[in-house]
């Protein structure tokens, strides 16, 4: 390709046009609301239940997930006027888990309700996977009567305390008054802050008449990060020889996949996704690497070793995305590394840096290439050499992949990693995939490949079971025209399969793929590793789940050949319904996570002498 073509000059004009404003509002211009109605400026009275239900309204909700409870039915009562749908879920933990996925496909915030005490303790699980996986959910929390609250009653707990190292907010509404003013407040800090935030609300506060107004969401706008710290990092860009772009979630919440792209293009540059972020640069572009991490890519970590500078883009380069993979210590221990983030705090919280920008990753990345503009980056001359050292390595790996993804003649079961291709060969561009946790989900990281953003959401760093397929459900939900998949082992699938029956009766044609190996493989992995292949509690015998799938009423299809894998994941995505794609898989383990989370077992007991 001529360097005309790839001129930055050039690329930075195509940049502009795509926009350079990244502003974090809930605002019904931005989300297609209807026109502002007259209380949004003038007091007027209202009940505390509908100065709620406005300022949701006001912040662009339609959907809300939960269980029913006579704590805000007063509120629940009007939502459907309102023009806000209540998602009735099986668990309120999974209410958390669709919103979540609501978020993320969306971009916008998203809420969950439920009964205060048991239904708001349901919560925590979900409320901390979306606090690590930054989805700006408002987990609304109806409490105890004020007057009540501390004497002991039917269903009381103290709310706040739980929730609050798994978010970014808490308000407790004092008074019927200000209602409006907490709700809206939440909204914002979920946005501005990019995590889950708490509504704490005693149910006797949606009570009571209130003359206010219902305040506006407000416009934050980001910025590029500091003139200084652009500065620097562009002469470090420029002078660098062989740099590497990492690109992160952060990338994608900015939606700035275009103005990365468009950096790496100008400078030539190869990209590597950072941990469970694959939707973070089109994998059909030919710089792309693939993902870091855990089955992630070698060609990937091959091509960052090498680098003599990092531009570490929209991630907080978090400890267990850069763990040594495969044998191989990939992380480069003399490169120059620039890091942007848009929270101060984890600059250079788990690397070392030479650069830290405190910007939106968005911004950021128009702000260099403008920077870079009329500038002569060495790395352009020697792109070829680069490009084709890349190149190599993604065909290697490819090659790799494609020998290991076979299922041997005459084997009963298929391997889990053929299962995986096939599936990979057979998923839609447009697709929406998450993933739980385990050993079969985390293999995936090698064969999930996405052309565009907002589509691949994992457990992230919590880390826990049952995420995947009620993640899916809200991404459904959140773009109705694109299919969900859910890719879950069979032991976290007894944590969700529930949810089947709410697909049934709310119309969400989501698909869960479920690996039934008979084990928690996992922890089994360690077992084998470390204990001497004592399985306590990891073999596990299964129903049918295609046949429970059915009789819930959704559909159901279970393969145990590989050629059958693609043809049943289309016939379900066609359906329109949701169903469950059980994929009978051979007992066969990947490596663990990481081999010094354990050690070999000592025993000082007679009893347990053998235990070693």
């Known amino acids: 390709m001529s360097r005309a073509i790839w001129s930055i000059k050039n690329i930075a ?9 990244r502003c974090f509002s809930t605002s019904s211009q931005l989300y297609g609301g209807q026109d502002s109605p007259a209380w949004r400026s003038t007091p007027t009275q209202m009940t505390s239940s509908e100065a709620f239900t406005e300022t949701l309204v006001a912040n662009g909700l339609t959907n809300i997930f939960g269980i029913v409870g006579s704590a805000f039915m007063d509120a629940l009562d009007i939502f459907p006027a309102a023009g806000i749908r209540f998602v009735s879920v099986q668990h309120e933990q999974n209410a958390t888990h669709m919103a979540d996925g609501y978020s993320r496909v969306t971009n916008k915030p998203s809420a969950c309700i439920a009964q205060n005490g048991p239904g708001i303790t349901n919560f925590v699980t979900g409320v901390a996977a979306a606090y690590w996986a930054h989805s700006p959910v408002v987990v609304i929390t ?13 269903q009381e707990t103290n709310q706040l305390p739980i929730f609050s190292e798994i978010t970014k907010y808490q308000a407790h509404v004092v008074s019927p008054k200000r209602m409006a003013e907490f709700t809206n407040r939440c909204f914002h800090y979920a946005m501005m802050e990019r995590g889950p935030v708490q509504l704490n609300i005693p149910r006797d506060m949606f009570y009571g008449d209130v003359v206010t107004t219902i305040p506006p969401p407000l416009v934050i706008e980001k910025s590029a990060g500091g003139p200084a710290a652009l500065q620097e990092a562009t002469e470090l860009l420029a002078g660098a020889k062989n740099p590497v772009i990492v690109s992160g979630g952060g990338v994608v919440m900015a939606d700035g996949v275009a103005q990365v792209q468009a950096l790496a ?19 059909d572009h030919p710089l792309w690497m693939g993902p870091l991490g855990y089955q992630g890519s070698k060609a990937a970590m091959n091509t960052i070793s090498k680098a003599d500078v990092v531009l570490a883009i929209g991630t907080r380069l978090g400890p267990f995305g850069a763990l040594p993979q495969y044998g191989f210590d990939y992380w480069p221990k003399d490169a120059k590394i620039i890091q942007v983030e848009s929270n101060a705090r984890r600059l250079g919280l788990t690397k070392k840096i030479d650069v830290g920008i405190l910007g939106d990753a968005k911004l950021t990345s128009e702000a260099l290439l403008a920077k870079l503009q009329g500038a002569s980056p060495a790395c352009l001359d020697n792109k070829g050499d680069r490009l084709s050292a890349a190149k190599l390595e993604k065909e290697k790996w490819e090659a790799e992949l494609d020998a290991m993804s076979v299922t041997p003649a005459g084997q009963a079961l298929m391997e889990p990693r053929h299962a995986l291709r096939e599936l990979e060969k057979a998923m839609p561009d447009n697709a929406m995939v998450s993933t739980d946790i385990g050993n079969i989900c985390s293999v995936s990281n090698s064969y999930l490949r996405f052309k565009n953003p907002n589509s691949f959401f994992a457990a992230m760093s919590f880390g826990n079971c049952g995420y995947a397929f009620p993640c899916a459900m809200g991404a459904k939900l959140g773009a109705p025209d ?13 944590m969700s399969l529930n949810e089947i029956m709410t697909c049934v009766r709310e119309n969400i044609p989501a698909i869960a793929v479920v690996f039934n190996n008979g084990q928690w493989g996992a922890e089994k992995k360690n077992q084998v590793d470390f204990y001497g292949d004592r399985y306590v509690g990891t073999n596990i015998q299964n129903p049918s789940f295609a046949e429970v799938s059915r009789v819930m009423g959704a559909e159901g299809i279970k393969v145990d050949k590989p050629e059958e894998v693609g043809a049943a994941l289309k016939t379900l995505i066609a359906s329109g319904k949701p169903g469950v794609l059980e994929i009978m898989v051979s007992k066969t383990l990947a490596d663990p996570f990481r081999r010094d989370a354990l050690s070999k077992p000592i025993r000082h007991l007679d009893k347990y002498k053998t235990f070693v």
């Open 142 to 154: 109806p409490e105890t009567g004020s007057l009540t609250n501390g004497l002991g009653g039917f």
């Open 13 to 21: 004009a195509r940049a502009n046009l795509l926009g350079s404003e």
């Open 265 to 283: 293009e100008a400078l030539q540059i190869p990209v590597c996704s950072t941990y469970l972020h694959n939707d973070s640069f089109p994998a």
């Open 482 to 494: 694109r299919p969900a998949i859910a890719y879950v082992g069979d032991g976290a699938w007894g």
